[in-house]
């Protein structure tokens, strides 16, 4: 302990001594206060010029901001005109076609009449569709401008071999429109066929269609005014079979009022069936159906 103190009374000793022993520097002193106080107003004075400068960005959004109001105001005007000019323009109208009218030919039933009344011998409802239920869509009348066919060689036979026929005029004819039936029953395919219908012009007669019971693709159909008639002419296409069943020709057609006589009009059929070249034909009277079972 006391080799500590006299370590520390030492030391104070030597400071005391030192510092008498400083002299200050008067001159350093103010010198240095000098700098100082002028490396101070420069501090200020730069601030103060950064305050002072007004921002450059800052006036370019200015402007920006303002370019972009005139910009938004002046489209705005221009719709508003826009508007104004469309309501006090003239209504436009827009052509719209009508609606295609279904033609009477496309259906069999007959075509409507005001005047229309069912003749007392008809035997059934002439509202009544004629073609068979199940039965293809009726042709199209052929136009003027088809081309004319032969007509085949007229015979009586209605049955030869396998095949077998019918004349009849459809029960739903009435006294404006009438139906005329051709029948063909075949025990065999047929590898051949032309069905020719031919409806006497007893007056106004002329074409409204025409249908078949087997595919209308198998089929090439042409009708004619010939000689007096009205022919209808279906003939199978090349490549093409009928089947065995019974099938089913029909012409329609419209003619003068009132009840019309068949007596004149007639059908024949020409074919092939079991390698073997076939005729039939007949009119339109009344056949007992059992000649059809033979």
Same mark, same amino acid.
């Given at each position: 302990m006391t080799m500590q103190r006299d370590v520390h009374d030492g030391l104070r000793a030597r400071l005391h001594e030192a510092a008498e022993a400083y002299e200050p520097n008067r001159e350093r002193i103010l010198a240095r206060v000098e700098r100082g106080m002028a490396g101070e107003v420069t501090g200020q004075d730069r601030r103060a010029h950064r305050a002072t400068r007004p921002p450059v960005w /800052?006036? =370019?959004r200015i402007v920006g901001a303002t370019a972009a109001v005139a910009g938004m105001l002046a489209v705005g005007g221009y719709a508003v005109a826009s508007a104004v000019k469309d309501d006090t323009s003239s209504p436009q109208t827009? *052509?719209? +076609? &009508? %609606?295609?009218?279904? +033609?009477?030919? $496309? !259906? +069999?039933?007959? %075509? $409507?009449s005001p005047k229309a009344t069912p003749s007392s011998g008809s035997g059934?409802? !002439?509202g009544k569709s004629a073609q068979p239920s199940g039965s293809p869509?009726? +042709?199209?009348?052929? !136009? &003027? *401008? *088809? %081309?004319?066919? *032969?007509l085949l060689p /007229? =015979?009586? @036979?209605?049955?030869d071999g396998p095949l077998w026929s019918d004349g009849s005029v459809d029960p739903h004819s009435n006294d404006f429109w009438a139906q005329s039936n051709v029948t063909l029953k075949a025990k065999q395919e047929v590898t $051949?066929?032309?069905v020719q219908l031919r409806i006497a012009q007893t /007056?106004?007669?002329s074409s409204a269609g025409a249908w078949r019971s087997l595919p209308e693709d198998d089929f090439t159909l042409t009708v004619t005014e010939q000689d007096g008639f009205l022919v209808y002419t279906w003939v199978l296409k090349e490549g093409r079979t009928v089947p065995a069943g019974e099938w089913v020709f029909a012409g329609q057609?419209?003619? @003068?009022r009132g009840g019309r006589d068949a007596a004149g009009d007639s059908y024949v059929i020409t074919g092939e069936s079991d390698a073997e070249a076939r005729s039939l034909g007949g009119d339109f009277a009344s056949h007992d159906a059992a000649d059809g079972d033979s």
């Amino acid at each position: 302990m006391t080799m500590q103190r006299d370590v520390h009374d030492g030391l104070r000793a030597r400071l005391h001594e030192a510092a008498e022993a400083y002299e200050p520097n008067r001159e350093r002193i103010l010198a240095r206060v000098e700098r100082g106080m002028a490396g101070e107003v420069t501090g200020q004075d730069r601030r103060a010029h950064r305050a002072t400068r007004p921002p450059v960005w /800052g006036w =370019t959004r200015i402007v920006g901001a303002t370019a972009a109001v005139a910009g938004m105001l002046a489209v705005g005007g221009y719709a508003v005109a826009s508007a104004v000019k469309d309501d006090t323009s003239s209504p436009q109208t827009v *052509a719209v +076609s &009508s %609606p295609p009218v279904e +033609s009477p030919h $496309a !259906t +069999s039933r007959p %075509p $409507a009449s005001p005047k229309a009344t069912p003749s007392s011998g008809s035997g059934g409802d !002439t509202g009544k569709s004629a073609q068979p239920s199940g039965s293809p869509t009726p +042709s199209a009348p052929a !136009t &003027s *401008a *088809a %081309p004319a066919v *032969a007509l085949l060689p /007229g =015979t009586d @036979d209605d049955d030869d071999g396998p095949l077998w026929s019918d004349g009849s005029v459809d029960p739903h004819s009435n006294d404006f429109w009438a139906q005329s039936n051709v029948t063909l029953k075949a025990k065999q395919e047929v590898t $051949a066929l032309t069905v020719q219908l031919r409806i006497a012009q007893t /007056g106004g007669v002329s074409s409204a269609g025409a249908w078949r019971s087997l595919p209308e693709d198998d089929f090439t159909l042409t009708v004619t005014e010939q000689d007096g008639f009205l022919v209808y002419t279906w003939v199978l296409k090349e490549g093409r079979t009928v089947p065995a069943g019974e099938w089913v020709f029909a012409g329609q057609y419209d003619h @003068d009022r009132g009840g019309r006589d068949a007596a004149g009009d007639s059908y024949v059929i020409t074919g092939e069936s079991d390698a073997e070249a076939r005729s039939l034909g007949g009119d339109f009277a009344s056949h007992d159906a059992a000649d059809g079972d033979s």
